[in-house]
């Protein structure tokens, strides 16, 4: 009897391994790049989406022939960190860090919203490259624990090359979206003024285990457990307490527009919820009907910049704290 249950402990304690090693390559690491930057897959897309990814195709050209400098940085752990800085017509201190999602690219994210920051907000433009993504350097990715860090050092760049007077936005998508919640609650540089986030979790560990359950079927008790450890020990980060963005939430310091897609499935509208629920300083919310996970922008675009110039137009006259005085609420019914 003994011998059937360590052989039944053992086969349980192999599968959790296998799951783990699965889901840190297909989760925490880099993959192989595209030549266009975007994703592949398998299984056939829907009309609405597949008509996305043309434009955003056709975007991404016409962005990655703008003028533009490529700039590098040194992350706090010796990784080489890579973006593109686009720079407007006229002179400008208004600066929008776009940080883009999971296995994505800043042009795959971005490159439709590029000329309305450019040529209407009349915005510089940093469009990076996250840790273990593209020209950038590393292998593991942290869902936010390290690439916060990563933001806030490019957003002190930025400062370093605009003045101390720049006004700085932070963008993200998906993953992005996280990442940039976590350096609002980190005290980001004094000229960080407001935060989008668009599709972001409430934290990557509830992403993860919400991803493996619904996605995969995969419900063994003890995984998450197991990968949690696994991440501590091979990526150096904890994803279960370094990436809470709903429960570091009331440590925010800028006011924030919150988007997200009410069809969402991959990150769902009730983590947005739930997120904007928690949130205690000035802040609006655009959701969007209809709108898959990071389609937003291609469902409601007018109501996409409306959030955003709402949110803009006030650093002229926010207080010297970063903080906004936000007070609308868009939200197409």
């Not at 391994?17 to 897309?45: H, Q, S, W």
């Not at 975007?59 to 800085?85: C, H, W, Y």
């Not at 906004?324 to 609420?329: Q, R, V, Y």
Request: net charge neutral.
């Amino acid at each position: 009897m003994w011998i059937w249950f360590l052989a039944i402990a053992a086969a349980y304690v192999f599968a959790v391994c296998i799951v783990v090693l699965i889901a840190y390559n297909e989760a925490f690491t880099r993959k192989k790049e595209n030549p266009d930057g975007f994703e592949r897959t398998k299984k056939p897309l829907p009309p609405d989406k597949q008509a996305c990814n043309e434009q955003c195709r056709i975007d991404s050209a016409r962005a990655a022939a703008l003028p533009s400098e490529v700039i590098t940085i040194t992350a706090f752990d010796g990784i080489q960190l890579v973006a593109n800085l686009y720079t407007p017509t006229e002179p400008s201190d208004f600066v929008a860090i776009l940080v883009h999602g999971f296995h994505a690219s800043g042009l795959e994210n971005f490159a439709s919203m590029m000329p309305f920051y450019l040529n209407d907000l009349h915005c510089n433009v940093l469009l990076i490259d996250q840790r273990a993504h593209g020209r950038s350097g590393g292998k593991v990715i942290t869902f936010g624990a390290l690439e916060h860090k990563d933001v806030l050092m490019w957003a002190q760049t930025m400062v370093e090359r605009f003045g101390e007077n720049c006004k700085i936005v932070l963008h993200g998508i998906s993953m992005g979206a996280g990442t940039v919640m976590l350096a609002n609650e980190r005290k980001p540089p004094i000229q960080v003024k407001a935060i989008v986030e668009d599709c972001g979790y409430t934290s990557g560990f509830e992403q993860i285990k919400r991803t493996m359950r619904q996605e995969h079927h995969i419900r063994l008790p003890g995984v998450m457990l197991a990968l949690e450890c696994y991440l501590r020990v091979r990526g150096g980060f904890s994803l279960k307490n370094d990436t809470k963005c709903l429960q570091n939430m009331p440590w925010a310091h800028c006011s924030m527009v919150f988007i997200h897609g009410r069809e969402d499935t991959f990150v769902p509208f009730e983590m947005g919820e739930r997120l904007y629920a928690a949130c205690g300083r000035p802040k609006t919310k655009l959701w969007v009907p209809d709108a898959a996970h990071a389609m937003c922008y291609f469902v409601a675009e007018q109501d996409y910049q409306q959030a955003i110039r709402a949110l803009l137009a006030r650093t002229e006259t926010s207080p010297q704290d970063g903080q906004l005085n936000l007070s609308s609420t868009i939200c197409p019914s």
